[in-house]
């Protein structure tokens, strides 16, 4: 799988979790324990349109100060906005071979993309599990993200992203399981 396949199908499949969302829930806790529903939605939203600024050359710095209510009253129409925004970027000629300035250091797009796909997908499932919703992903896009992570902390010599420190792997495990250990998820966040 190519990332910008990866991320159109995460896309899709965190889209459907933000739909499922009542506003009855926004309050509710996640497994990102620092954040509501509500908190949640909007640094997922505001991830979009920080790849999407980065994809398109526009100054970060000053679109991610314009950003004000990320939710708003349709949690789904603030998220498919920014969605259809960074993958119209994303999908321009030449954005995927195009070198970044990344807080993890200069990046290829493709690379670039891949960590935005991991981050949209492990949210996704934080949002599903906090929403009781379905929060099963696909296996190709669950190994797509589990490989982009490892790499990330071969590369950064073990430093870990802003996510809980590992679980174990428990036997049988699937490639959802993986990832979700190598984050420090757990269905039994609760």
Do not use: K, N
């Amino acid at each position: 799988m190519d990332a910008l396949t990866a991320y159109e199908q995460t896309l899709v499949w965190t889209g459907q979790r933000i739909a499922g969302v009542r506003h009855e829930d926004l309050a509710l806790a996640t497994p990102c324990t620092e954040w509501s529903v509500r908190a949640l939605i909007a640094h997922v939203v505001a991830g979009i349109w920080y790849f999407q600024a980065l994809a398109t050359g526009e100054p970060v710095e000053q679109l991610m100060r314009g950003l004000t209510d990320l939710v708003g009253d349709d949690p789904f129409a603030s998220y498919d906005r920014a969605a259809r925004a960074g993958l119209e970027a994303w999908r321009a000629p030449g954005r995927l071979e195009r070198s970044y300035t990344m807080p993890l250091g200069e990046r290829p797009g493709r690379d670039a993309l891949g960590i935005h796909q991991a981050d949209l997908l492990i949210h996704g499932w934080d949002l599903a599990e906090a929403t009781h919703q379905d929060s099963t992903m696909s296996d190709e896009l669950a190994r797509f993200a589990l490989e982009t992570e490892q790499a990330l902390i071969h590369e950064t010599g073990g430093r870990r992203r802003a996510y809980a420190e590992a679980l174990p792997v428990p036997s049988g495990a699937t490639d959802q399981d993986r990832l979700l250990a190598f984050v420090g998820r757990s269905a039994t966040w609760r």
